[in-house]
C-alpha cells in the first residue's frame, strides 16, 4: 500500500472535515475551520480531481487488495461525497444571491440595469484554473503613493487598457484583522471583472497595527478617498459615482467610510476633502457586538454599526452562514439596524456555506457574488441618474 496515497487521502480529509461541518465553536477549531476548510470549501473541484485521481493510480498500480487499502479508498469516498456537498452549496449562491437582489432592489431591478450583465459563469475558469490571474484587457498600474507612510500608503489602479473616460470607480480595502494583508491579495476577481467592464479600480493599504491603531487606519482610509476624488480622472474615473468595498477588517473601513462622509474626525489636515461615497459594498466584514434590542451599551468607536444613521448610502453586504471569524449573527444585525434606520437600499446575501475569506478564489460563490455586485452597483448608478436633484 503506498503511503503517498493513504497520506493524500488522509489530509484530504482532514480538509474536508473543516470545509463542511465548519465548527464555529470554540475559538481553536473556528481556527483550524478557517486555515484548513477554506482552500477546499472555495474549490471542492480540485480536491475531488486529486482524490479520484490518486485512488486511480493506486488501483492502476495494484495497491488496493489490502485491508488497509480498502479503508483507505472509504475514506477517500466519504471525502469525495463531502467535497460534492461543500460544492452543491456553493453553486447555490447563485440563487441566494438573485433572491437578495429581488428583495432589496425589488422584482424589477433589471429593468433600471443598462449596462449588459454576465449571464454565465466562466466556468473553464472556474474549474481549472480558480486562482486569480491578470487579465490582458486590464493594466494594473502599482504603487501610487497617497499618503507618507511609505508602502503601507501605496494604492493600486486597475483599469481597461483602452482606458474609458468617465468611469465609475470602486476603492477596495482588504482584510487581516488590522495586522496584516495586502492590496493585491484579496477579491482579485472583483477588481478584475469591473474594471474590464471600464470601471477604474483602486485597491489600496493602510497602516497596521502597531504602527498605528483606530482611528489611524480610518484616515488612512478616508486619504485614499480624497485622493480618487483629486486624481480619478487621471486614469478615466468620475469620482461622481464612487463605490466603497472591503473583506474582513477592509469592510470595516469600508462601512465606516459610508457611514462617516466628512466627519472632520477622520480627516485631520484634510477636512474640506469630500469623502463622501455613492454605495458600499461590504464582504464577510466585523461590524460589532449586539448589545440587545434596543442597544443597551454604546459600541466601541471602531464599530460601523455605532454610526448607522438615515442618511447612510445603499449597502451590499455578503456573508458566509460558516464563517468561522467574523459571525454571520454579527451581519444580519448590523444589516437589520441599517434597515431600520437608513432610508436608502440595503441588499442582504447570506451565502450557504460560506467561510471567511470566501473571495480569493474564482470559484462558483464568489463569482456569483461578483456578479451581485456588478448589477448591485449598476442599479445605484442608475437610479442616481434618475433621481431628481432636490436642490434644482
Not at 123 to 141: G, K, N, T, Y
Not at 235 to 252: E, M, R, T
Request: hydrophobic share 45%; net charge positive; aromatic share 10%.
Amino acid at each position: 500500500m503506498p503511503m503517498g496515497y493513504v497520506a493524500t487521502t488522509a489530509l484530504f480529509a482532514w480538509c474536508t472535515f473543516f470545509a463542511v461541518v465548519a465548527p464555529r465553536r470554540p475559538r481553536p477549531l473556528a481556527t483550524l475551520s478557517f486555515w484548513f476548510g477554506l482552500g477546499l470549501n472555495e474549490v471542492p473541484f480540485v480536491g475531488i480531481y486529486v482524490l479520484v485521481a490518486s485512488t486511480a493510480l493506486a488501483a492502476a498500480q495494484g495497491d488496493l487488495d489490502s485491508a488497509e487499502a480498502k479503508v483507505t479508498v472509504a475514506v477517500a469516498a466519504v471525502a469525495t461525497v463531502g467535497l460534492a456537498l461543500s460544492a452543491w452549496r456553493g453553486l447555490r449562491t447563485d440563487q441566494v444571491v438573485v433572491r437578495a437582489l429581488e428583495q432589496g432592489l425589488g422584482t424589477g431591478w433589471r429593468v433600471r440595469v443598462r449596462v449588459p450583465l454576465r449571464r454565465r459563469r466562466p466556468w473553464a475558469r472556474i474549474l481549472l484554473l480558480p486562482a486569480p490571474m491578470r487579465r490582458r484587457d486590464v493594466r494594473r498600474i502599482a504603487n501610487i503613493s497617497y499618503g507618507d507612510a511609505g508602502r503601507r500608503n501605496l494604492l493600486d489602479v486597475y483599469r481597461r487598457r483602452d482606458a474609458p473616460q468617465n468611469a465609475p470607480v470602486l476603492i477596495y480595502f482588504h482584510g487581516g484583522g488590522y495586522t496584516g494583508g495586502a492590496k493585491n491579495r484579496e477579491a482579485r476577481p472583483l477588481l478584475y471583472r469591473l474594471a474590464g467592464q471600464g470601471w477604474v479600480c483602486v485597491s489600496a493599504n493602510y497602516r497596521l497595527r502597531p504602527q498605528t491603531t483606530f482611528p489611524g487606519h480610518q484616515i488612512d482610509a478616508k486619504k485614499v478617498i480624497a485622493w480618487v476624488r483629486e486624481h480619478a480622472p487621471e486614469y478615466g474615473g468620475d469620482p461622481s459615482g464612487l463605490f466603497v468595498a472591503g473583506s474582513s477588517a477592509g469592510s470595516n473601513l469600508a462601512a465606516l467610510c459610508a457611514l462617516t462622509a466628512n466627519d472632520p474626525v477622520f480627516q485631520p489636515g484634510f477636512e474640506s476633502a469630500d469623502t463622501s461615497v455613492t454605495a458600499a459594498i461590504c464582504l464577510y466584514g466585523y461590524y460589532g457586538h449586539y448589545f440587545g434590542d434596543p442597544p443597551t451599551e454604546p459600541p466601541p468607536p471602531l464599530q460601523p454599526q455605532g454610526y448607522i444613521h438615515s442618511g447612510a448610502p445603499p449597502f451590499l453586504v455578503a456573508h458566509g452562514t460558516m464563517d468561522a471569524l467574523a459571525t454571520v449573527e454579527g451581519a444580519r444585525n448590523f444589516v437589520d439596524q441599517l434597515r431600520r434606520a437608513s432610508d436608502s437600499t440595503v441588499v442582504y446575501a447570506e451565502l450557504p456555506g460560506g467561510q471567511h475569506a470566501f473571495d480569493v478564489f474564482h470559484s462558483p460563490r464568489f463569482e456569483a457574488v461578483v456578479d451581485g455586485a456588478e448589477a448591485f452597483a449598476a442599479w445605484v448608478l442608475a437610479t442616481a441618474q434618475h433621481t431628481p436633484d432636490p436642490t434644482r
